[in-house]
């Protein structure tokens, strides 16, 4: 399909935010915005026709491209970098997640988004193409490049148009982020130069160190460049220990753009603990699995409680992130097919309800300008249709059958369940019978904290009586609807039909699963 | 005819700099005030026929002059393109603001490119007299241009700091060469290098190595002779600043490379001592950066980190790690001159350079303030800017040296965090703080000069962040005398 190029595609945004920010466009609030809709539109649906025209039996990379100059050398030759880009059944997904809810997240501009507008809408163009780079990129020092790039746009987004602590927020953002990239960044030296050692081949092409893998690295080696690697996505997951600037980033970020951040800029660090602790390292995560596990419970468990204790809506609904990103990390542990699969489905289905669930919030606080969840209440007398759609989104959060979030714990969980990664341990001779089983046991009860969470939210914010100053609390509006309705389709269709989703992505995994 | 010879073969756009120079300084007694102008011209004029002269010159071939006192070969030409570049961009961003100050302007031109002359001495010297001529031209003429604008007192202060701490370095460097001259009865570097080759280490040698580093730590600013630097850089007029950080380093480099990958390759101690040297300099810049609020000082120090992660290259002593050195400073170069055009404009327009004056400065320059905003990421090293790429190749040469360089490689990553903290808080002043008042000057107006270097450095450090591949190609092949047989 020679009109399907992938370079076309990520550069597509960067294209758009110069014409929205070059002096030729008018000043005119209305037409950037129609004019950036219209760009992520077509987008969207260019991205489309790559998962429509994507074979999903195939193993390995497609759409393989690389550029090169006219005499045929690669991009940085001294480096043996190349500047090539593939998607495979993971990346594919989440490319095309990507694209819708930049999509959304523009349409959901309009109200929250009232200074500065070219800039903001080229920003978040630039932040696009930063994400579907680290997706779509084939080469390691081009997904830390686009890596990298993704920060200064995030960073603008939350520092500019945020509210509250915005500034130390969105510097707390980009100190996290940078320092988890050093690390990634090492790790990624540390690879390429024992790639170097072995076969005398200077190259960062991901294929050497995934599909193509030719050696397996020493013990030690290999446990301390998979730390490295997983604290860079353990900061993007996030990851227990390293996830406090998460929710001073969503508090702080404006709506759109904490849709952004939790829908896609989170799923980058399950992207990359899959592309490389898995699939490059698996030998070092089989013996790090248990602490990848536990990790993972910890994070369900303790993210949920803290969930239940917080009393600013978006606080909440942040820490719910934190909770369901650990069973991506529990998926990615189990080390099987449908714990893999799991991690995958839960990273699609955590974008689009996470995505709505901030929308909800971002659509509460446009008319009370308050996220103290204490003094909402009763708001679905006056707006039924926001109490609906906040309804099956709530329910899709905590795990309804027939929503998509369902489909994608049971998966994991299941996974995790059945894998024999780890059993037990002896320790001084004595067994510790400290299964993934057992971990795993412990985990699902963070799917009924979940439940309290967002439940007792919910009933606290549209059920009840109503405070009098939110008499005039109005319905959704047309573009609200259509960012919810959206979300609730995708929600309902994958929940319902979750087959359709996994034939994606499912044959990529077994196929590196199987090499493992 | 000999001494034609050596001119055309080796020193031929020292020569050419050096007759400009004298013509600048003749034209500047001759000429009326109104057409003082024209001594500007001539000094461009000088650096492109010194450029174009060294494009002349074959230096694919080592050669040497002056009784082998003076070589010219691809490393010394590297060096002598960036002093040569940059010294360019010095001229155009000195046209408005020495003119501003309204008197002899002659002087200056002069006594730039005297500094200049020395810088590109220091290059090709191979000899320890050679070194130390260069050494001082350069570093005498830049304590005059440090206190070049009179009447203002920090210039005055930083003139005498710099005066000071420049004496005292030299000093002991030379005590250093004496040293050098005691073991060894030469003072060419060659000869030097061949008897050191047979020659047990012993603490004399070690003691030569320290005294001559604190000569160059000085010139390239490299803890612990680092002090002068913030003083110097915030009370000195902008372009001898930016000269100062970008030119005169460069220099300093050059002449240091050589000297330990010529004379001091022998024991590891001298690379260990290096590399605790990059790591204190970058770790002490980086520190001291954070809680400037003056821009020149943070950008002082933001120049003695780099000069700790340009050192690092030396010193895991090997050919990637120069190529890694070269195409950091091509970078530097334009990357460093970009953010000094830009507070130049700034100061030009409103008199101005604390980090909070430039609050809000995206509302009414957008250009501008996203061009300054491109240098200073890359300084920053975020791709996909040029610092991006040469911080990378550098973090690769030093892991391909080996796994025993990993604490140096982390040290510096680490670094490179910190750094991230404050090149931030310039940018959130830029686009973040609301604009507090109305701008006095508008910034588009004023200076073309400063408005050309600043377009071309913001170019510059896109371009080689994009097409990074034919200048590391061309760094490659830059090797130094000696070095091949000695090194990997």
Redesign the interface.
Known sequence: MSFLSLTLLIFLPLAGALIIYGPWFPQNEVKIRRFAKGFAGFIFVYSLLFLAFFNPTEKGFQFTETLT?PDG???????GVNFSLAVDGISIILVVLTTFLVLLGLIASKFSITKRHK?YYSMIFVLQTAILGVFTAKDL?LFI??W??E??PM??LI??WGTGKK?YS??KF??YT??GS??M??SI??VV?YN?IQTGI?TFDLNTYTYMKAFTYPTLFGILTFLGFFIAFAVKLPVVPFHTWLPDAHVDAPTPVSMLLAGMLLKMGGYGMIRMNLQMMPEILKILSPLIVIFAVINIIYAALIAIAQKDLKKLVAYSSVSHMGIVLLGIGAMNIAGVSGAVFQMVAHGIISAGLFMIVGVIYLRTHTREIAELGGLGQNAPKIMYFSMIIALASLGLPLLIGFAAETLTFYGAFTSNVFNGFYILNQYIPLSIRLLTAIAIIGIIFAAIYILWMFHRVFWGNMFDKWEKFHDASPHEMVVLISLIFVIVVFGVYPAGLINIFAPTISSFMNLI | MELLNDIKNVFLPEFIITLFALLALILSFSLKKEHQNLIFFTSVAGVIFALYSLMLMGVSIEQQGFYESFVSNNFTAAFRVIILIGTGFTLFLSKDYIASFGKSIGEFYFLLLTATLGGMILCGANDLVAVFIGLETLSISSFALCGYTKSDILSNEAALKYLIFGAVASAIMLYGFSFLYGITGETNFTFIASFIQNYNFNSLLMIAFLMILAGFGFKISAVPFQAWTPDVYQGAPIPVAAYLSVVSKTAGFAALIRFVDIIFVESTLFAITLGVIAVITMTVGNLMALDQQNIRRLLAYSSIAHAGYILLGLAIMTNDGITAIIFYLITYLFMNFGVWAGIELFALATGKDNIDDLNGLAYKHRYFAFGLVICILSLAGIPITAGFFSKFYLFKAVISAGYEYTPLLVIALINTVVAIFYYMRVIKAIYVMPDEEVRSADIFRISFPVRLVMLISVVGALILGIFASPFIEKAKTVNISGIETILP
């Open positions: 100059f050398s690669p991009w940085i030759e001294p480096l800039f020092f490049l686009f990298e790039i920060l200064i960073y603008f520092s500019v500034e969105a510097m980009v100190l940078f320092t050093i690390f960044l090492a030296l540390a130069y170097y200077w």
